[in-house]
Nanobody, 115 residues
Framework: QVQFVESGGGLVQPGGSLRLSCAAS????????MGWYRQAPGKQRELVAT???????NYADSVKGRFTISRDFPKKTWYLQMNSLKPEDTAMYYC?????????WGQGTQVTVSS
């Protein structure tokens, strides 16, 4: 079964950068569409970036121009490069596929943007 493990989060000052990683395993890795999601306390999980199997990307308006989603097929890993971070980016970040390939949610990786 395909599983995802997020890493790379941490504490960063406003204006700083982080690169999140999403390591995957499974036989259908190469054909998966992928999304990065985030969830702050008391709020619903929101989609912030998507990358299709064909290479198309989309971003939430709140992160457009600052975040970049990418993939490395040999390493079975997706990335989220986050630049010019703002306090409102503070959340738990998750990676997952949309239906019908949706998998169980992982533990996520915490991103905290604060002075």
């Amino acid at each position: 079964q395909v599983q995802f493990v997020e890493s790379g989060g941490g504490l960063v000052q406003p204006g700083g950068s982080l690169r999140l990683s999403c390591a995957a395993s499974g036989s259908i890795f190469s054909i998966l569409n992928m999304g990065w999601y985030r969830q702050a306390p008391g709020k619903q999980r929101e989609l912030v970036a998507t990358l299709t199997n064909g290479g198309s990307t989309n971003y939430a308006d709140s992160v457009k121009g600052r975040f970049t989603i990418s993939r490395d097929f040999p390493k079975k890993t997706w990335y989220l490069q986050m630049n010019s971070l703002k306090p409102e980016d503070t959340a738990m970040y998750y990676c997952n596929t949309p239906p019908p390939t949706r998998r169980d949610w992982g533990q996520g990786t915490q991103v905290t943007v604060s002075s």
